[in-house]
């Protein structure tokens, strides 16, 4: 499926997300009402913009 955050998939950070929200998910500590494309990409884009912002 398509989505905004194509540019961050299979980097080490998306793997690291999408590996703590399993574990969250698998613990039931939470649950996703959102495709985990989008919760994943979503914060690897806020990580990857306050890196940007704190570079510069």
Known sequence: MSHPYKQ?????LWNIINKAI???VDN?????KTQ????VGY???????SNTVRDS
């Open 43 to 49: 914060i690897s884009k806020l990580i990857n913009d």
């Open 22 to 24: 399993e574990d969250l």
């Open 36 to 39: 985990r494309e989008y919760i």
């Open 28 to 32: 039931n500590d939470i649950e996703e």
């Open 8 to 12: 961050f998939e299979n980097t080490p």
